[in-house]
Nanobody, 127 residues
Framework: QLQLVESGGGLVQPGGSLRLSCAAS????????IGWFRQAPGKEREGVSC????????HYTRSAKGRFTLSRDNVKNTVYLEMNSLTPEDTAVYYC????????????????????WGQGIQVTVSS
């Protein structure tokens, strides 16, 4: 059974950087699209970025484009979300999620499309 565990969150100052990791166990991630989502207090969960199983295609929402970079290491069974130029508006619980889609040509960040979720990790951007 696929299990996802996020790590790398914490407190960072505005303008700083963090790298979140999403480590999988139970199955290999080779055949899974991975998405990252976030949920701020009082707000709905929103998509951030996704990457197809091969890593060839990545998608970023407007809030992430130009600041965040998503990558994957299928040997380590881990996906990484590098976040730069963080602002207080990036404060949220961040979740990674997986969708079984071997060979998919593209991905989207619609939460309902991902059946497997991590427990989430807090990212706080504050001075």
């Amino acid at each position: 059974q696929l299990q996802l565990v996020e790590s790398g969150g914490g407190l960072v100052q505005p303008g700083g950087s963090l790298r979140l990791s999403c480590a999988a166990s139970g199955v290999t991630l080779d055949f899974y699209t991975i998405g990252w989502f976030r949920q701020a207090p009082g707000k709905e969960r929103e998509g951030v970025s996704c990457i197809t199983s091969t890593g060839i295609y990545t998608h970023y929402t407007r809030s992430a484009k130009g600041r965040f970079t998503l990558s994957r290491d299928n040997v380590k069974n881990t996906v990484y979300l590098e976040m730069n130029s963080l602002t207080p508006e990036d404060t949220a619980v961040y979740y990674c999620a997986a969708e079984g889609s071997p060979g998919a040509a593209y991905c989207t960040v619609v939460p309902g499309g991902y059946p497997n979720w991590g427990q989430g990790i807090q990212v706080t951007v504050s001075s």
